[in-house]
């Protein structure tokens, strides 16, 4: 009989360190002792968001507020005990938000950044890499960026995000014009100062302007 599994692709961000992923060290075999997506497989009374929530609260101590379907992976040999499918998620979240804790069949919980990874365990490298393609697609045509980073952020913050996530640099002016013309981001009266320089001003992400932008329709392209 074939068994049904998810598995969690979080992403997090931090401004020093670009863009992460997190994984776990599993406790037994197989593939005992390597580093792997956080997941497992879906009992019969729950949802598969349920069991996906369930197993990073379990295997990592997270909760995750932005999670949504990836892809299916269901390879015949994908797993040596049985045959299993899996349903994989893709999450964005604020490290720093929370305090991971690696619990039942977890050893370990750490983040790691998305271009310095360990060996995975299973196909987890085929699914982060889905992951990965995902979020590049998606910022390209929707604000999810502002899941993953501070309320209040400095601009260079944002521009940072989206140059790890693309993995080149951007052309700032450009970029920052494109992004204030939709009204979705507020420039605050604060500043932040980190390091040598003049402070940098702080801006933050206006949902209600967004949503409405968005039930009207618009065309959300930063890299025309």
Not at 44 to 55: D, G, I, T
Not at 141 to 156: A, C, I, N, Q, T
Not at 172 to 190: A, Q, T, V
């Amino acid at each position: 009989s074939i068994k049904v599994s998810v598995d969690a692709v979080v992403f997090g961000y931090d401004p020093a360190d670009g863009v992460s992923v997190l994984l776990i060290k599993r406790k037994f075999d197989p593939f005992r002792k390597s580093w792997a997506l956080p997941g497992g497989l879906v009992k019969n009374e729950e949802s598969l968001e349920e069991a996906v929530r369930r197993e990073l609260q379990e295997e990592a101590g997270i909760d995750v507020n932005y999670l949504e379907q990836l892809y299916t992976f269901g390879q015949p040999n994908r797993d040596p005990r049985n045959r299993v499918v899996s349903v994989a998620y893709y999450g964005l979240v604020r490290p720093k938000d929370f305090q991971i804790a690696a619990q039942t069949d977890a050893e370990d919980v750490n983040w790691f950044a998305i271009h310095k990874l360990p060996r995975l365990a299973f196909d987890h490298k085929q699914i982060l890499e889905t992951g990965i393609k995902r979020l590049r697609g998606k910022i390209a045509y929707e604000p999810v960026g502002f899941e993953l980073l501070d309320k209040r952020f400095p601009f260079s913050d944002l521009e940072n995000l989206y140059q790890s996530l693309i993995g080149h640099d951007i052309d700032r002016r450009n970029f920052k014009k494109k992004i204030m013309k939709y009204g979705f981001l507020e420039e605050l009266d604060e500043t932040i100062q980190r390091g040598a320089g003049r402070p940098a001003r702080l801006f933050q992400f206006n949902r209600k302007a967004y949503f409405e932008l968005k039930e009207h329709g618009y065309n959300f392209d930063l890299f025309l």
